[in-house]
């Protein structure tokens, strides 16, 4: 095991026994609490001193009791931006003092599953941080495969930013825009304009759809994603959202339909709006049985896909905003310090009025 011989961060580590952490504990609970400084616990690990962080949907579904894998005690957080603090030996993609994005995703880049770039599937790894193993939203984080579930930053970028490569990015890109073949000149509807619809429609653009028609209940958000480069929106609060885009599209729907926001009602308007030919690219998470209209798709030669986000893409991700190619700040609207991590998550669960996107927490 490698040792801390970062001058910048000695420091921390040798005065600090521990770190502040959010701790889920249990249904509708959650506190910052100290806990230990975590330590390499396999020659692959990594200690991380985290020093952005930020929340997800995904969290506020753990805290609500919906995740049965993350069990009271577990540090909550898969994303964020931090510095290499220690390595195990057997990690040599990276040394103490380097800048790093963590990916949501763990990967031990060797089993089936991660030789078909199926990251999320990894059969020892996968999205466990925050989840079954603790994760980012603390002062320090234990990567395990650090090699394949770290990702060097170029020197001098925009760290906030950064932290968007962690999960949205990759998951709006490869859930929606990727699984959902949209291709030049095509027609795309993404129906939910939270962040990852947001990043959905900002990677789309790579592909240069002719339209982009972004569908939401919330008319500020609908807003964020005509800035965002959305050629026409739809609010679907008065449950006409399909007839609407039908006028849009001249009768013929969308080449491409990305569910971007978890509901059986959301998916059901992907099914009424999908062109023949289209595919539903499924990304939302789904906690209630959907129903599929076969009777009435059976011959539209759709197709309909379903990814948890590999982050086989953040590479590719990380080289495009290097290159000034995706402006992944414009998804930020808050900054907190991890003092105030309450504060930042009640402010993220009520979006609506605060109209916050995504919450920087410095740490
Ligand atoms: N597949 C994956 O790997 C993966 C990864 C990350 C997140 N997700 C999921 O993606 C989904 C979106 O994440 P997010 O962080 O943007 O969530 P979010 O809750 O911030 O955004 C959802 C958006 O949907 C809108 N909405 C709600 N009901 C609607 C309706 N009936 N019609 C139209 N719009 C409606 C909301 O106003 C909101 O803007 C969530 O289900 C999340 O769990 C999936
Ligand atoms: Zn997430
Ligand atoms: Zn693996």
Redesign the pocket.
């Known amino acids: 095991m490698t040792t801390l011989t970062n001058d910048a961060v000695l420091p921390i580590v040798a005065t600090t026994k521990t770190m502040k952490a959010l701790v889920y504990l249990g249904p509708g609970k959650k506190a910052l609490q100290h806990k230990p400084i975590p330590a390499i616990a396999a020659p692959g690990d990594a200690v991380v001193k985290v020093r952005k962080t930020t929340i ?3 969290d ?2 753990i805290i609500k009791g919906d995740v049965p894998t993350c069990v009271p005690g577990r540090t909550l957080g898969h994303e964020g931006v931090g510095t290499v603090v220690e390595i195990g030996s057997g990690v040599s993609q990276f040394k103490v003092g380097d800048p790093v994005v963590i990916s ?1 995703i763990s990967s031990c880049g060797k089993c089936d599953y991660c030789r078909r770039g199926m990251y ?1 599937h990894c059969t020892t790894g996968g ?1 466990i941080l925050g989840n079954e193993i603790d994760g980012t939203q603390a002062e320090f984080v234990r990567i395990p495969y650090a090699d394949t579930s770290l990702y060097a930053i170029p020197a001098g970028s925009d760290e906030d930013a950064l932290v968007m490569f962690s ?2 990015l990759p ?1 709006g890109f ?2 929606g825009v990727l699984n959902g073949k949209v291709q030049p000149g095509t027609t795309v509807a993404i ?9 959905a429609l900002l990677t789309a653009q790579f592909f240069s759809p002719a339209e982009i028609i972004s ?4 008319d500020n ?1 609908l807003a964020v994603a005509s800035r965002f480069g959305a050629t026409k929106t739809i609010n ?2 008065d449950g006409n ?1 399909a007839a609407k885009l039908m006028e849009l599209t001249g009768g013929r729907g969308v080449d491409t339909a990305i ?5 059986p ?2 998916f059901e ?1 992907c099914q009424d709006i999908v062109a023949p030919g289209g595919t539903i690219a ?5 906690g209630a049985k959907v129903d599929l209209h076969l009777e009435r798709l059976w011959s539209q030669n759709i197709a309909i896909t ?4 590999d982050t086989v893409t953040t590479p590719m991700l990380l080289k495009a905003f290097a290159a000034k190619k995706i402006d992944a700040k414009q998804l930020i609207t808050h900054h907190f310090t991890i003092d105030k991590i309450d504060d930042a998550y009640d402010a ?1 669960s009520r ?2 009025s605060t109209k916050a ?1 995504k919450i920087i927490i410095d740490a």
Do not use: K, M, Q, Y
């Open positions: 997800c949907g995904s506020l579904h949501c999320s999205w999960d949205i998951t490869e859930c129906v939910g304009a939270g962040p990852v619809g947001l990043a569908i939401d209940l919330d958000r679907s609060t959202a569910e971007a926001v978890g509901l009602t959301t308007l499924n990304i939302g998470v789904h379903t990814r948890l986000v993220f979006a609506a996107l």
